[in-house]
């Protein structure tokens, strides 16, 4: 992990406006109760510190999040439990289905990426792990069955797969799969804490790596309609090796020429971004785009993506957050001319002591702009131990959007669910009570998830698309959502994962303010296709159709 | 056993010969007369090839006339001799350092120091060796014993406040640099790492008073100007940032990192013609610095040739292959300790 030694930067002058949001972690009372396993509590590997993802999705389509939680393993012989499925009992309340829904499955596991990979309108499961990959397909019973070896997405051998999206790279109405492999993991050949100089850490012995540890290489498989795919990694260009180690994941159409891209963030390496050429192949554009470092060209530790129009200027913005002595990025869309490091200026320069993980942009307080929330928590357990203001277990970040260009810090105003120390990773947002007030899934190392609800007391009105393709992939994975309402555009981006390894509520959310009405809902589908809705009340959960558009 | 008294007397009249051969040959050289010193310790070592005085002399000798390879082979003969002696594991180091063999001079830095620890020279020398390996917190532990030394010594503080900057410690950065500039209010260098502290730690409008104060003591330092521009480059006044950066490439026309913020700052402006020249200088200075390709290959992107900027960007990427990570301070002012 790269450390640079950034100094935590002034704070700029307080807002002196009220926040008007507390969240509470309510996930024991919610029964979110089983803890999420990543290695033993002494770690002697790499592979236990980087946690497992967490999904808000709505596997029985009654209108209602449920949650999915990805587990990890450990080395040792204490209990290993498989992941989670929990249903959403629609009183605030959930029943852990997992065993039921077949999905009790003992694994590395990794990220989560959730779609309909099929069509057959039930949300499927992509599951990453070290060792094999699964694909649960929903079975439209409750039930979800790994077809992975049959789909051929289980790869071909033991591998470490970290972040995965799915994504139709060639519109053609199926979804494609993207699947990053962090490094080459073998413990029977990875040195033991201190037993090679690079497996220090101030001083003290800590698990080695990424730095010293084999490179992989990232998979693209194609969906071939039959329920089968074809890895095309070699042909498409996605194979090629690039010397990183690749953790988040986003799909989307980042430079606006209505085809999806692909970029990966890179731990102690540059990260990644794959330009569709529209024909089938890819080229690496990271570099020369402005995503690969930071402004100055440094090499940054990334960890977990986001994606946004912050700014509200049309563009699709990246938060991307890196290892703890460092700064998170804040890459602004400039289009034709690639993008630009904002996060000082931004005012995201408060806290480099923290890990940073997953990176959630999302309208908290319905006020028409997306705020940003950051989830942290260290690698190294022995930091507690060590001469430096880094603990393990840390608090989570939300910074609010001004509207300006810049966020202010609110996370210790952000009520006692923020405020909780926890060594955290993934995360997710969605609205599990369908008060149209955005929750947090935070995944914690080695206990139960925090489940926070959102308490906003801004009479703020929002508005929800919840999109449905027919002529593109059913999920409408790849879809951008437009809002026009009093005269401001708000664009929200339909991702199968973001954040770090997880899966965000699929509905596009967007606040309103103090305005109650939507002016014009447009929609660009991911076979390029444009449609737009007008007049729609506010309040509400819009279901969008694919061709149902008044003319 | 008279014949035994005898042999040993004569050994004893050699030695003191030998003995007294290199202490002239130290006396000559002291009065600055070199030739005639040489001549005396080849003398001496004729008579006595393993006298130290004479070996460590012939050392320093060759050693002061930039003659490092001959001088090492008589510092470690003298080493050899004598594995006491503190002078000769000193100059052997100290001709090390010159013929780059950093971890060598180490080893004879760390043994000397054994026998004479209040050497603040050595201490020096061994800690500025330890960061060129990155040993930083090393470097604290050589050196932070005698910050408080009286009278202080400014050079001590210079690398003490590198060392803390580079192991990421920035806050006992900060705060020694702050105590530095109340012992040395007239050094430009240590104003200079002040501005530069305070510029890292996001505190713009207190870093510029050291920074200028540091250009009216040392009109000649480039370096301040530099601080002074990133400070406004990152404040986005690209025109103050352009007019302070050219003021520090005035100085340092071959600093490729003076030449990289100048070029962003000129990019900002909108200035790109001016910018792709100023990296085009900044490529021709260091060849081979991965960040100069990583900026040119976005700038030829904005200018729209997309093919020079993927061979830009090609070449950058090779590059870091083969480098270790950049120390957030500026390479200019570490040099100039």
Redesign the interface.
């Known amino acids: 992990m790269?450390?640079?030694?950034?100094?935590?930067?002034?704070a700029p002058t307080a807002s002196g406006r009220f926040f008007p949001v507390s969240f509470t972690d309510v996930a024991a009372a919610a029964g979110l109760r089983s803890p999420q396993i990543a290695g033993g509590e002494s770690r002697k590997f790499i592979l236990e510190a980087m946690g497992s993802g967490v999904a808000f999705l709505d596997y029985d389509n009654d209108g209602w999040l449920d949650v999915f939680l990805v587990n990890g393993s450990r080395f040792d012989a204490a209990p290993k439990p498989g992941h989670h499925l929990y249903k959403n009992n629609r009183d605030g309340t959930f029943t852990d289905v997992s065993v039921k829904a077949g999905l009790a499955k003992v694994a590395w596991g990794q990220s989560v990426a959730a779609a309909d990979f099929d069509n057959d309108g039930h949300i499927d499961l992509f599951v990453t792990a070290w060792g094999r990959n699964a694909l649960f397909r929903n079975q439209g019973d409750g039930t979800f069955l790994d077809v992975a070896p049959k789909a051929g997405v289980a790869g071909d051998r033991t591998r470490w797969g970290s972040g995965a999206s799915f994504i139709d790279y060639d519109r053609d109405g199926l979804l494609d799969l993207f699947v990053a492999n962090y490094l080459v993991f073998d413990p029977a050949r990875t040195p033991l804490p201190g037993k090679d100089p690079a497996c220090n850490w101030l001083?003290a012995p800590v698990f080695c790596g990424p730095r010293g540890l084999p490179f992989a290489t990232n998979l693209l498989y194609r969906n071939n309609g039959d329920g089968t795919f074809s890895d095309v990694s070699a042909a498409s260009g996605i194979g090629a090796s690039q010397?990183t180690y690749a953790l988040g994941v986003l799909a989307a159409d980042l430079d606006g020429d209505n085809w999806p891209d692909l970029y990966v963030a890179s731990d102690s390496s540059?990260s990644l971004f794959y330009h569709n050429n529209a024909n089938g192949t890819f080229t690496e554009?990271a570099?020369?785009?402005?995503l690969?470092?930071d402004?100055?060209?440094?090499?940054q530790a990334g960890m977990g993506l986001a994606l946004a129009d912050y700014d509200g200027d049309g563009r699709l913005d990246i938060a991307k957050t890196n290892f703890a002595?460092d700064y998170p990025n804040l890459y602004r869309n400039l289009g034709k001319?690639?993008f630009t490091d904002r996060a000082?200026?931004a005012g995201l320069?408060l806290h480099p002591q923290y890990v940073l993980w997953s990176a959630i942009f999302a309208d908290f307080d319905n006020d028409g702009w997306p705020d940003l929330f950051l989830s942290a928590g260290h690698i190294f357990n022995e930091v507690d131990r060590l001469p430096t203001p880094q603990k393990f277990r840390n608090p989570r970040l939300l910074y609010w959007n001004l509207g300006d260009g810049k966020f202010e810090d609110v996370s210790t105003r952000a009520g006692p669910g923020m405020q909780a120390r926890h060594s955290s990773r993934a995360a997710a947002a969605g609205d599990f009570d369908n008060d149209g007030r955005v929750d947090l899934l935070i995944m914690n190392m080695n206990q139960p998830p925090s489940l926070l609800k959102n308490a906003n007391t801004a009479p703020h009105h929002w508005f929800d698309a919840r999109l449905t393709g027919t002529a593109s992939n059913r999920s409408a994975i790849g879809a951008k959502v437009r809002v026009e309402s009093a005269g401001r555009w708000q664009t929200v981006f339909i991702l199968s994962q973001s954040g770090y390894y997880s899966v965000n509520d699929p509905r596009a959310h967007f606040g309103l303010g103090t305005v109650a009405k939507v002016d014009r809902l447009e929609i660009t589908w991911p076979n390029g296709n444009v449609e737009t809705w007008r007049n729609l009340e506010a309040d509400r959960v819009f279901l969008a159709t694919e061709g149902t558009a008044p003319k | 056993m008279k014949l035994a008294a005898v042999l040993a007397f004569a050994s004893l009249a050699h030695a003191q010969t030998a003995a007294a051969l290199a202490a002239r040959g130290a006396e000559l050289l002291e009065a600055n007369r070199p030739a005639e010193a040489l001549s005396a310790f080849t003398r001496s070592l004729r008579l006595n090839p393993a006298e130290v005085e004479a070996l460590s002399g012939m050392g320093f000798l060759l050693y002061s006339q930039n003659q490092f390879s001959a001088a090492r082979t008589y510092l470690e003969k003298a080493v050899a001799a004598r594995p006491q002696s503190f002078q000769a594991r000193f100059l052997l180091a100290a001709t090390l350092v010159q013929l780059k063999q950093t971890q060598p001079a180490i080893t004879q830095l760390r043994q000397a120091l054994l026998r004479n620890p209040a050497h603040l020279d050595a201490r020096k020398l061994l800690a500025t060796q330890l960061l060129e390996i990155r040993q930083f917190?090393e470097a604290v532990t050589v050196l932070q014993p005698v910050v408080e030394t009286l009278p202080p010594d400014e050079e001590v503080h210079l690398i003490l406040i590198e060392a803390r900057?580079?192991?990421?410690?920035?806050?006992a950065a900060?705060a020694l640099a702050q105590k530095a500039a109340a012992r040395f209010p007239n050094s430009g260098q240590i104003l200079t790492w002040l501005g530069f502290q305070l510029q890292?730690?996001?505190?713009y409008e207190a870093a510029k008073p050291p920074l200028l104060r540091a250009m009216e003591i040392e009109p000649a330092f480039a370096v301040p100007a530099q601080v002074l521009g990133d400070i406004y480059l990152?404040e986005?006044n690209f025109t103050e940032a352009i007019r302070w950066l050219n003021r520090a490439a005035e100085k340092m026309p071959d600093d490729a990192e003076v030449l990289?913020s100048l070029s962003?700052a000129q990019a900002e402006s909108g200035a790109s013609s001016e910018a792709l020249e100023t990296l085009q200088r900044a490529a021709r200075a260091a060849p081979t610095d991965?960040?100069v390709h990583?900026?040119l290959?976005?700038l030829?992107?904005?200018l729209g040739d997309?093919p020079k900027?993927?061979e830009?960007?090609a070449l950058?990427?090779r590059l870091?292959?083969t480098q270790s990570?950049?120390s957030?301070a500026p390479a200019s002012l570490r040099l100039r300790r």
Not at chain 1, 287 to 290: A, H, K, R, V
Not at chain 2, 165 to 171: E, I, N, P, R
Not at chain 2, 200 to 203: L, S, V
């Open positions: 790269a450390s640079r030694g950034a100094a935590a930067l002034p001083g010397k540059r554009r570099t020369y785009i402005g690969a470092y402004e100055n060209g440094m090499e002595d001319v690639g000082l200026f320069g | 917190r900057q580079t192991s990421g410690d920035t806050a900060f890292f730690a996001g505190r990152k986005e990289l962003r991965a960040r990583f900026h290959s976005r030829y992107f904005r997309e900027a993927q830009a960007a950058s990427v870091r292959d990570p950049v957030p």
